[in-house]
């Protein structure tokens, strides 16, 4: 892949994470945390058995999201950063594809609470989108390493 | 290589956990509470919503009409026939619904929710938890 365009596929998948991260952090309309609404989008997905875990995951993916597209900007942690915006990625393809096979209807969460329900096959080819590009950006940081 | 990897996704996952940890302490002062089940919210997370929340009354008419919350619409399983074209007439689409109950154990809520993101595919729907008596005790 070209320097350039690297460059620009890096900063959109950092935008996209950043994004979706802080949006599930903060709710900025109403101006208080977004963690019960990122906690009740999850649970819309039906697959987590223990609410504990829920919240848990409600606290922390967002900010394993900001963290990883801030890392995909620091050498040092930028194959690291891919690695987990991939295995974020598989697990966003995973969580629709299969509320979109069950039939659910649903608001993803993605970014934030969301006032209509998601478009799954839509967002199933994003996710599959983000994965490749992920898979691309390992490729490209694995092969820079070897050479490091 | 390998080793290079999982040592640089050990960081990010774990410079992640401290900022999640410090903000889980202070935001999740509502999880010492019982918690919630999927797509019930609390009173008091309504209450934040303000004029944004519409009500859904999944009691009997009877009750509704002795009492009911502040502009909340009548939707009940028994008449859900009867009630649904009146109820999507009166509301209003940028209103996020929180449906109720009587509270304790009671689950028309849950189902009247379930059957409006269903039937009506509208997702943004919530359960009050505790119902109307959390509502009266307040």
Known sequence: MGGKVIVIVRVIVAGVFLVAGVMKIWDFEHARSATPDFTIAIQQYRMLPWPDLTVALAVYLPWLEVTAALALFVRRFALGAATAVLGMSAMFVVAIGSAWWRGLVLDCGCFGKGRAPTDLRLHLLAGAVLLAVAAALIVHEWRRARRD | ?138
């Open chain 2, 1 to 138: 290589m390998i080793a290079r990897l999982l040592r640089q996704l050990a960081f990010v996952l774990v410079l992640a956990l401290a900022p999640a940890l410090v903000s889980g302490a202070w935001q999740l002062a509502w999880k010492k509470e019982e918690p919630l089940a999927p797509g019930e919210v609390r009173l008091a997370t309504a209450r934040e919503w303000g004029d944004k929340v519409q009500w859904v009354d999944a009691r009997s008419r009877a009750k509704y009409e002795r009492t009911h919350l502040p502009g909340a619409l009548l939707l009940n399983e028994d008449e859900w026939d009867t009630l649904v074209k009146p109820f999507i007439d009166e509301w209003d689409s940028d209103k996020t619904l929180v449906v109720y109950c009587d509270g304790g154990t009671c689950d028309a809520s849950h189902a009247v929710a379930a059957r409006i993101r269903k039937e009506l595919s509208i997702p943004d729907v919530y359960v009050l938890k505790g119902g109307f008596a959390e509502w009266e005790g307040k």
